[in-house]
C-alpha cells in the first residue's frame, strides 16, 4: 500500500534538489499543500516551501554536541533463577489444658510457600534491574503451630517485565514432581510384574522402613529404632490450588497482562497432626514436612515495541533523523557506533497548536485480554478503527557488512526492529554508492531473519520432547498449561518462510545528508533503483522471494537541518496505517 504522503515528490525536494525535480510552472504554494501544518522545530512551512536558516534553537538540536544526550540504564537480555518459596511443616502438637492434660491432637497445618509470577507492564523499559538481579526468591511458607494455628503463607513475587518481553525456560530442578514421577513409576512396575509388596531389608537385615519417611515430621521425644519401625500412613494425595505450568514454559508478553502470569509455584505446606487421628492411632506422632519447591531457570529477552524500525550503516545520520521527528535526545556523534543500545522516540502527529499534522486511522485490536482467562490469553479480538495520534520509531545501533558474523555489534540489536510494522533503511548519501548500501543493509537483515528462524525451528524440535517424561511433570499438567501459550508466542508472523517474517514488512528509504554537495546523482540512482523494485524488473534487495515491494520510495531529507522530515513521517504513518 502506498504511503499516504503526497506522491508528489515536489512538495518537498525543491528543498534539496530542484534540478532534479523541476517545477513545471507549478505555484510553490500550491506545491505546500501536501503538508497542511507546521511541525515544531521544523522550517517546513504552509505558506512557502522555501528552506528557511534553520534556527539557533533547531540548529543545536539537531546537531548537538556529542556530550548533549540523554542516557538510560538498558539491557535486554536477562537471565534469572526463580526460586518460590518452600511449604512450612505441619506441626506435632496435643491439646493440654487445665483437666485436660492428655488431650487430642491440635497441630496446625503449614503455610503453602509462596508463588513467583510474572507481569508485562507500561513504564518498564528494561531489563536491567533483572538482569543484575540474578534470582528471585518468594517467600517460604510458615510452619503450623499448636492450638491448630497454621502457618503464614509465603509472601508471593510478582516480577514486573517491559511489554514486549519474551520469556523461555532453560531447565528446572523440580524434587517434588521427580519424586511423585518415580514413586509412580515404581507402582506401576510392581503392579506389571504383579510383584508382592515386601518389606525392603538394608544389607544387614534390618528393615528399611519407609522410602518417604524424609517426608514425615517425626515427634522429637523418638529413638532412631522407634522412628524406623514406625509404621507411617500413605502419604496423603492432595489438591493443588495451581499447578506448576508444564515444561518448558514460553511466553510472548507482546501485550500488557493485567493480571500476573504464573512462573514457579511455592511448595505445599505440611499437614498438622490431627490429619493422622485414626482409630488404631489417635494420637499420631508425626505430621508431614512443607514441600520443597522447584527452582526454574528463565530467561528474559526483550524485543522493543515499536512501529517504525530505523536500520541503517553507522554514522548514516539514523539519530539525526529519529531528534528531528521527535523529542528524543539521543545521541549524535561524527563517528560510527556513536548508538550503542537501542533508542525509541515517539513521533506525535500534532504541530502543537492543537491541530492535527495529518490525519490517519489504526487499527486497534480489543480484547478480553487476561480478563477472563486466567493467563492472559487473546480471545475473541475484533480489530476496531480509532484515530492516530503518534507513533514510535526505533533508532538501533548501526549495522556493517559482516554484522551476521558478529562484527562491529553484529546483528543482535534487529531484534528491536524484528516486530517493528514498518523499516525504514537509512543510507547516507554522501557516503559513496546508496544502492550498494541498501543491498548491503537488506543481506544483513536477510541473514539475520533466517537465523532467527533457525533457532525457531531448533525451539520447536526442543519443545516437541515430552519433558513429562523426563522431568516428572504429572500429564494433567501439560494439559493445565494451554499449549497455545507457547505456540503462538515466539514464532513471529512468516516465520519458517525463508526470511520473509521480515522481507515481508513494509519499508522505504530515508536518505540523508540531501544538503551535501554531489549527492544528486547518488540520490538519482537509488530512486531509480527503487522505482525498478516497484516494477518487479529488479528483486527484494534481500533476494527473498514474495517480499514487499509495492511503493518502495526514497525519501530524501536534510534531518539536521529538518528539512523533508514531514515526508518521512507522513509516508511512515501511510504503511503503517495503510
Ligand atoms: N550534513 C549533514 N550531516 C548530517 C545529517 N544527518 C546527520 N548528520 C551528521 O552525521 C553524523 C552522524 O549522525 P548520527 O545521527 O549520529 O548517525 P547514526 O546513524 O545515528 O550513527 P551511529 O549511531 O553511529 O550508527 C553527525 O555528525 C551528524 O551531525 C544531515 O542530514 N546532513
Ligand atoms: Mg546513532
Redesign the pocket.
Known sequence: MAGRCPRSPRVFLPFLYPSLFPLNGISRPALAAGVKGTRRNMNTSTTSPEPSAPSDDLRSR??PDPDDYSMTNFSDKAKLSLYPGPGGHGCISFLREAFVPDGPPNGGDGGHGGNIYIQAVHGETSLHKLARKKFVRAGRGKSGMGSARSGQRGEDVVIPVPVGTVVREISRDDPEAESRFLSRRERKRRSRESQPVEAEVDEEGEPVGDPNLHKWVLYNGMSSSDRKRMDLPPLPSRDRLFRQPAAPILLDLSRPTPQPILLAVGGLGGLGNPHFASKNTPKPLFATRGEAALTLEIELELKLLADVGLV??????????L?SISNSR??????????LQPNIGTVVLDNNKGRPMLTSYRKVAHSSYGRSDPFGRPSDTQPEVERRTRFTIA?I??LIEGAHLDKGLGVAFLRHVERAGVLAF?L?L?AGNAVAALKSLWNEVGLYAHMREEEERERKRQAAIDWSASAGTDAEDSAFWPSTMSTDLDAPAGVGQGGLHIAGKPWFVVA?????PDTQENFRELRDYLAAISRGEEPHPSGTEGAWTRDCAAIP?????GHGVDRVVHWAVGLLDG
Open positions: 539537531l546537531n541503517g550503516l553507522p554514522n548514516a545520520g539514523k539519530s539525526t533523523l531528534r539521543t545521541r549524535v556523534g561524527d563517528w560510527a557506533f556513536t548508538t533508532d545501533p548501526g537509512v547516507d554522501s540523508t545528508k540531501g544538503d551535501l531529507v536534510s534531518a539536521i537541518n
